[in-house]
């Protein structure tokens, strides 16, 4: 059974950073390319990060700069590191592993809100 549990979020000023990790079981973590999504309110869930197995990172532009993912395959963990945080990154954090930019595993995890203010 997959497992994914986010954690880390919180209430940052603007220009704050958090980290944001997500702990997974049940997958083969090693092989899977891993993603960060974010859903804000009265929006669609929007991929902003994601990392292949070979450690390839991709940013959404909204966030290239800012954000930095990584993983760590010993610990089948995947962490985000948010810095220079804007009030439109405002938003439920989740992790999952993707293939070509599409979660692959449902149901999703509890997520971990993220809270920007101005």
């Known amino acids: 059974q997959v497992h994914l549990v986010e954690s880390g979020g919180g209430l940052v000023q603007a220009g704050g950073s958090l980290r944001l990790s997500c702990a997974t079981s049940?997958?083969?973590?090693?092989?899977?390319?891993m993603g960060w999504f974010r859903q804000a309110p009265g929006k669609q869930r929007e991929l902003v990060a994601s990392i292949t197995s070979a450690d390839s990172t991709n940013y959404a532009d909204s966030v290239k700069g800012r954000f930095t993912i990584s993983r760590d395959n010993a610990k089948n963990t995947v962490s985000l590191e948010m810095k220079r945080l804007k009030p439109e990154d405002t938003a439920v954090y989740y992790c999952?592993?993707?293939?070509?930019?599409?979660?692959?595993?449902?149901?999703w995890g509890q997520g971990t809100q993220v809270t920007v203010s101005s």
């Open positions: 999952n592993a993707v293939i070509s930019g599409t979660p692959l595993f449902g149901p």
């Open positions: 049940g997958i083969m973590f090693h092989i899977n390319d």
